[in-house]
């Protein structure tokens, strides 16, 4: 099956620093989500983006389906964006996502 | 419009009894995914179900797990003769799927699963 990895596994910035999380996938993909889990656990949508670009607020994506990766940047960071940030893809009709093991932020005052 | 619904938030059970997992999906949404994540993990997939059906249950434990969608209601996940090792947070997704495989999908708060 597909596989999605994720890097750096690990990631502490300094609040007001910029970030790139990767996401590497191992076949061509009919959806790629990008999720924030915050430390209460909840996972929250940031960006459906199985190609192209897309920003919100501080947050952007850009996914390039021929070379088969996708990257989050976050700038300016804030420490409401600690968290664990998973990309998720699908490859079949069921539409079943495969997540990455996700990329620990921890932002600091 | 109410996003998906999990509940409990959270459920503790006995080695041996039963836990039932409720999700509600998004108005509008006939298409639900569960999905575990053990502690430390990522998320994975377990069983694809639209009304009635289900669609795709590769990732579901062969033993002791089961999931439904009836017409009326929510969507059930039941794991019977719980055991220590199905603590994890258990979460809902569900999606329009107008487009085949290729919608959002959006996800509730999860279940948090302790067995004591």
């Known amino acids: 099956g597909i596989q999605v990895e994720q890097s750096p596994p690990d990631l502490i910035l300094q609040e007001g620093a910029n970030s790139t999380l990767r996401c590497n996938f191992s076949d061509s993909v009919n959806n790629l989500q990008w999720f924030h889990q915050n430390p209460w656990g909840q996972l929250i949508n940031l960006f459906y983006?199985?190609?192209g670009t897309k920003q919100n607020g501080r947050l952007s994506a850009t996914t390039v389906a021929t070379e088969r990766y996708s990257l989050l940047y976050i700038s300016s960071s804030q420490t409401t964006d600690s968290g664990v940030y998973f990309c998720?893809?699908?490859?079949?009709?069921?539409?079943?996502?495969?997540f990455g093991q996700g990329t620990t932020l921890q932002v600091k005052p | 419009n109410a996003g998906v619904m999990q509940n409990p938030r959270h459920l503790v059970r006995r080695r041996g009894q039963e836990a039932r997992l409720r999700c509600s999906p998004m108005k509008g949404h006939s298409h639900v995914y569960w999905y575990r994540q053990l502690p430390e993990e990522g998320l994975k997939f377990m069983v694809y179900?639209?009304?009635?059906?289900?669609?795709?249950e590769s990732g579901m434990p062969k033993e002791r797990f089961s999931a439904e969608f009836p017409k009326e209601g929510p969507s059930i996940l039941r794991i019977q003769q719980v055991v220590r090792g199905d603590s994890a947070a258990y979460f809902c997704a569900s999606s329009p799927l107008t487009s085949g495989s290729t919608d959002t999908q959006y996800f509730g708060p999860g279940t948090r699963l302790t067995v004591l």
């Open positions: 998720a893809v699908t490859s079949t009709r069921t539409g079943k996502l495969i």
């Open positions: 983006i199985p190609s």
């Open positions: 179900l639209q009304k009635e059906n289900i669609i795709d």
